[in-house]
């Protein structure tokens, strides 16, 4: 079983930047495909972005290319998501995920969520 637990949302203004975290709870973590999700009010769920076990190939969903960085600590069992010029349209519940492959398929593990907002 592997637990995850997601921090460093919050409120932030247009423009902004925030730096979420995942912590894994597995020894295994180098083993996993990492990944970012987002669901805003009233949406589905959807991709944000992913990385390799290694770090050395990443994915992420079109709108947030050249925002959105997604890295790992494979030392510290931690995976993060830099995000920059946020914008209001970026608020939303942002998940972790782990899973076997690198996009927006066959994630079997899942955190609970930080909310960020983003204000106009």
């Known amino acids: 079983q592997v637990q995850l637990v997601e921090s460093g949302g919050g409120l932030v203004q247009a423009g902004g930047s925030l730096r979420l975290s995942c912590a894994a709870s597995t020894r295994a973590f180098i083993t996993l495909v990492m990944g970012w999700f987002r669901q805003a009010p009233g949406k589905e769920r959807e991709f944000v972005a992913s990385i390799s076990q290694n770090g050395d190939r990443t994915m992420y969903l079109d709108s947030v290319k050249g925002r959105f960085t997604i890295s790992r600590d494979n030392a510290k069992n931690t995976v993060y998501l830099q995000m920059n010029s946020l914008k209001p349209e970026d608020t939303a519940i942002y998940y972790c995920?782990?899973?076997?492959?690198?996009?927006?398929?066959?994630?079997?593990?899942w955190g609970q969520g930080t909310q960020v907002t983003v204000s106009s």
């Open positions: 995920a782990a899973g076997s492959t690198v996009g927006q398929y066959g994630y079997n593990y």
